[in-house]
């Protein structure tokens, strides 16, 4: 800021000053041309794409709006993305639960000692070991879990030991159950970003409010929800944030476990874009369906990080 | 302090079942971490074509899964292709985004926050929402089916973070610095080489080893922009490798690994970068 | 003030570049390119083998193997000529086929798949009918090989287009494991549909998986099909695969078919984990005594005779009446020429090589049923079966087309319609109805 203003103060209104403000921009301009060549202009094109009916070869034909309703009354289109808003539900909440869940109990001897013990010892092993899941490709991921929903997978084989045989089943093949087993692969892969988050967000908390709430008499629970809770907003914001993009853009996960079954249950648009437009020749349809999509998330982040914004004021 | 000794004896003892109670709960979540990878792990030791069930210790430990997938299914050439991919995104990304987010953040540059904000606006942008024309586009100017093409794309895609990333950080550094390298006559490229560079390189790092995660894990626009079975990089070919060859569980364990392998090693070997990038970036919505 | 000025000023003509550069990028064009009518739509009708040397490119997703050996013999026999095989994964292939031979780098020759009849009505594969004649193909193919690659529907009043020549064929039936058969008190095939009913439900009272299905993938509708080619007259079936006008899949006898299908998953005879488990592994699965029945190809008599040895039986979905017309489905792996090729003749010699008893040698070797039965001995064992029901589809004139085929967006209904009727989430009226409506948007109700 003090930089920006001393700038703005030598400057003054000559022309020769402003040109060399502008030279700054050569250094701005090689990742600008990727940057508008490899990522907007594709971007504008799938919105320019949309309002045709076009098979990917033949010449398009003008369809206006005409894929877009189809986006919100195609049954197969609409239920992808309610698939999608599902999994919000095991890709975000979820996580974000379990973190808050983690930080609330991990944080405590901070809170009763105020601050002193807060650094636990061998916790880099810890956070080495959540966050993997996190680093590693989601393909392989995906293949893991695939296995290990088999039918004489992990998963049903624990159930067999414990003697809940009765409950082992296919889960990826399960009409109920798919859905729930695709979510459930996204909670494991991003609960220990959540916690992690939180954990590093609770150690920049000043231990003097922890005092003052001490000293009102508040106990563990209200101490988290009254101090805790309120100053992780800014966490909770980006956790919700990366957590629901995940959510709504997955692809890899869906492609690898189930294909989108069965049936249509674990359909999500991602996968849809990529079968439509290259595999069924709705290139117009399959454009449609992502920039919904993008608008979608684009409106989910826009109303996370205004209520974050808000609150804090 | 204010305590009273009882209080604080009181106080200590909670500590101790707490911490208890605590690694108790940090040991729980590890073993929810570690029991998919360690199973994967245990059945590629499996005799090959063996059908695998739940999680069983190895008669004997053998390579030769990993020694069949590397060379029979052709995990070598997927391993190349992606490690060619990334070596030509981390560089690249790190010199364009260094040179625009130093443009950007310590330079006062007319419309320099609306381009800024261009930038940011490409955060939430879904490869769902480009790939379409990208294979189109690209096919007609000869860019699919070749490394070139995958690159750029990737290179766009994380433009957007990797300028903010840097932009920030030198927005952080004192501009005094700045200040006095020009009133010592220094050029713009010299103040960026000689005095904020050498102070970059942590940030830099962390946004390289990023960049590498994110190029290395890609899936969707390989899957699309790369139909060469010869040129497809490892995640893409472990998708395909699923649908051809799954009865064989412990070979697919193995390039399961084996695609898991690089990442894990410059995820270990950078692991104070990498959290530091994945909590901090993490900020960047 | 002063940073608003100069910041509005600039503004306006980034605002124009950006515009001008967005507006060239989209061409302001409609996307895609018509068909170029100079190109030749048909073959020349000689079949001289040109003396030149010359290199064919032949782009292909099946039996990569199988290709190679073909293209070694092929250029042994004529050693001026040279195949060059390209390789693309079947999944990556039906998505880039239609790309692939609209673009002016097409290959001279191309494995025939799914959506090839639209390629051939935009004029970009060659109409192979003067060969026919003038190589006497008729003779050498099978008719329902040959028919299936034969173009009709809107293009049917045009004449009998050919777009494809076969190598080796396909069929679908019935794997069963003879040791558990005898088990449930079963000592042969079923003759009829219903004699298949009891023997299912023998396996079922004996406490052992009737039938392995992977229909995570494609043997659900492989399975339906099965029930399909017995009840509903093949001419009528090929006519709704292939478009023909006015065409439906709502009949009485699909609904039927269905509907039996419905009743075997309702019974427990079908795998209960079929719907999670890919064809690979169902077949994995039998393998390892899961399952007495599996629904599946000729593609996995090869593996399963290595495997089980003469444990193994193969026989046809039978149909409701003991010789009944023998009906299955199945394909070739076949292959068109590109309309932008430059040799038609020497593609043309490849094509007819493609009935040589040397290359069905290889076929067969391979692991495809060959064209020309008599050209390989019959094998034994379950592989021996194949053949022999094979034959008598051909004899029949009963081989269908997968259901897959009838367009580029059918596979999917297909296989998650199957996948819901197993569950008994979706009734076999919604299913067809389903599969209707993607035919009309393929083919136009209105015709």
């Known amino acids: ?313 | 302090m204010r305590r009273g000794g009882a209080g604080v004896n009181q106080a200590a003892g909670a500590y101790r079942t707490e911490r208890w109670s605590g690694y108790v709960l940090l040991t729980a979540g590890a073993v929810a971490v570690v029991v998919p990878f360690l199973s994967v792990f245990l059945a590629s030791m499996q005799p090959s074509g063996e059908p695998v069930v739940g999680m069983e210790w190895p008669q004997h430990w053998s390579l030769d899964n990993y020694r069949q997938a590397w060379t029979v299914a052709g995990f070598s050439s997927l391993m190349r292709s992606s490690a060619l991919i990334a070596v030509g995104v981390v560089p690249a990304s790190l010199v364009l985004a260094g040179l625009a987010g130093y443009a950007l953040g310590t330079m006062r540059l007319p419309g320099g926050d609306g381009v800024a904000a261009l930038f940011v606006a490409g955060l939430t942008i879904p490869v769902e929402l480009i790939v379409v024309p990208l294979y189109f586009d690209l096919r007609s100017i000869g860019l699919t089916d070749s490394y070139l093409g995958v690159i750029l794309v990737e290179i766009a895609l994380f433009l957007p973070f990797s300028v903010f990333w840097m932009r920030t950080h030198f927005r952080t550094t004192p501009p005094e610095l700045v200040e006095a390298a020009r009133i010592d006559g220094a050029s713009s490229w010299t103040v960026l080489f000689r005095v904020l560079l050498p102070l970059a390189r942590p940030a830099l790092t962390t946004l390289g080893v990023l960049v590498f995660m994110w190029s290395w894990n890609q899936f969707l626009l390989v899957l699309v922009l790369i139909q060469d079975a010869t040129k497809r990089t490892a995640p893409a070919g472990l998708g395909f490798f699923v649908g051809q060859n799954n009865t064989d569980v412990p070979m697919l364990a193995a390039g399961t690994i084996l695609v898991m392998l690089p990442i894990t090693i410059v995820y270990v070997l950078f692991q104070r970068s990498f959290v530091a990038g994945l909590l901090q970036g993490a900020f960047k919505g | 003030m002063d940073g608003h000025g100069i910041a509005a000023r600039t503004r306006a003509p980034v605002f124009l570049a950006l515009l001008a550069v967005l507006v060239t990028a989209c061409g302001a064009l409609t996307p895609g390119t018509a068909a170029d009518p100079d190109r030749p739509r048909t073959v020349p009708s000689q079949t001289a083998v040109p003396q030149e040397d010359i290199t064919l490119s032949l782009t292909f997703a099946d039996a990569p193997a199988l290709v190679d050996a073909l293209a070694a013999a092929f250029h042994k026999r004529h050693p001026h000529l040279t195949i060059e095989p390209r390789y693309t994964q079947f999944a990556d292939y039906v998505k880039s086929i239609k790309l692939t031979m609209a673009s002016d780098t097409a290959p001279d020759l191309a494995q025939f798949a799914v959506g090839m009849d639209d390629i051939a009505a935009r004029g970009d594969i060659l109409d192979l009918g003067p060969y026919r004649d003038a190589y006497g193909w008729r003779k050498k193919f099978p008719a329902a090989a040959l028919d299936q690659l034969t173009g009709s529907g809107e293009r049917a009043a045009e004449g009998d287009h050919l777009y494809g020549v076969p190598a080796g064929l396909s069929m679908t039936g019935i794997y069963y494991n003879k040791e558990l058969a005898r088990k449930a008190g079963i000592t042969r095939p079923p003759r009829t549909l219903a004699e298949f009913d009891r023997q299912l439900a023998a396996v079922k009272k004996a406490g052992m998986t009737p039938l392995s299905v992977g229909a995570l993938d494609s043997g659900g509708l492989h399975l339906w099909a099965a029930l399909l080619n017995n009840a509903m007259e093949p001419e009528k079936y090929r006519a709704w695969v292939k478009g023909a006008e006015g065409a439906t899949i709502e009949t009485e006898e699909a609904l039927a078919a269905t509907a039996k299908l419905v009743e075997w998953s309702r019974k427990g005879y079908v795998d209960e984990a079929a719907g999670g488990t890919t064809q690979n592994d169902s077949t994995g699965a039998f393998v390892r005594g899961r399952g007495v029945f599996l629904i599946n190809g000729n593609w996995a008599a090869g593996q399963l005779s290595e495997a089980m040895g003469k444990k193994a039986g193969f026989f046809l979905m039978p149909a409701a009446h003991e010789g009944a017309r023998a009906v299955s489905s199945g394909f070739s792996v076949s292959y068109a020429i590109s309309s932008r090729t430059r040799h038609p003749r020497a593609a043309g010699a490849f094509l007819d090589f493609l009935a040589s008893k040397e290359a069905q040698k290889i076929v067969a070797a391979n692991g495809f049923l060959a064209v020309d039965e008599e050209a390989v001995p019959t094998p034994k064992g379950v592989l021996g079966d194949v053949a022999r029901a094979h034959r008598r589809v051909t004899d029949d004139d009963g081989m269908n087309h997968f259901p897959d085929f009838t367009a580029p967006g059918m596979l999917d209904p297909l296989r998650a319609g199957v996948q819901k009727l197993l569950a008994g989430r979706t009734t076999p009226e919604a299913y067809l109805a389903s599969l209707q409506d993607v035919w009309d948007e393929q083919y136009g109700s209105g015709r």
């Open chain 1, 1 to 313: 800021m003090t930089a920006a203003a001393g700038q703005r103060a030598r400057r003054g209104r000559g022309g020769r000053r402003a040109g060399r403000a502008w030279r700054g921009y050569l250094y701005v301009l090689p990742a600008a041309a990727v940057y508008l060549a490899f990522a907007v202009l594709p971007a504008l094109h799938t919105a320019y794409l949309s309002l045709f009916e076009w098979d990917g070869v033949t010449l398009g034909e003008w369809a206006g709006l005409r894929n877009y309703r189809e986006v919100f009354t195609d049954p197969a289109l609409r239920g992808a993305v309610f698939n999608a808003l599902v999994l919000v539900v095991f890709f975000a909440l979820l996580p974000i639960l379990a973190g808050l869940v983690m930080t609330g109990l991990l944080s405590l001897p901070r809170a009763s000692l105020g601050g002193a013990g807060s650094r636990r010892r061998g916790l880099g092993v810890y956070r080495l070991l959540f966050m993997l899941p996190q680093v590693v490709p989601l393909v392989a991921v995906g293949v893991t879990w695939r296995w290990l929903y088999g039918e004489d997978g992990l998963i049903n084989e624990t159930l067999g030991g414990i003697g809940l045989g009765g409950w082992a089943r296919p889960w990826l093949g399960d009409f109920d159950w798919a859905l729930v087993a695709v979510g459930l692969v996204g909670t494991w892969v991003l609960s220990g970003l959540c916690m992690m988050l939180f954990l590093a967000g609770v150690h920049k908390i000043d231990p003097q409010l922890y005092e003052a709430a001490r000293l009102d008499g508040a106990g563990p629970v209200r101490e988290f929800v009254s101090v805790t809770l309120p100053q992780l907003r800014g966490e909770l914001a980006v956790a919700l944030t990366v957590t629901t993009v995940a959510a709504l853009a997955s692809f890899d996960i869906v492609y690898v476990t189930t294909g989108g079954g069965p049936g249509e249950e674990t359909t999500v648009p991602g996968l849809l874009v990529y079968k439509l437009a290259f595999t069924d020749g709705k290139v117009g349809l399959a454009s449609a369906l992502g920039v919904v999509l993008s608008l979608l998330i684009l409106g989910l982040v826009y109303v996370i990080n205004r209520l974050s914004r808000t609150e804090r004021t």
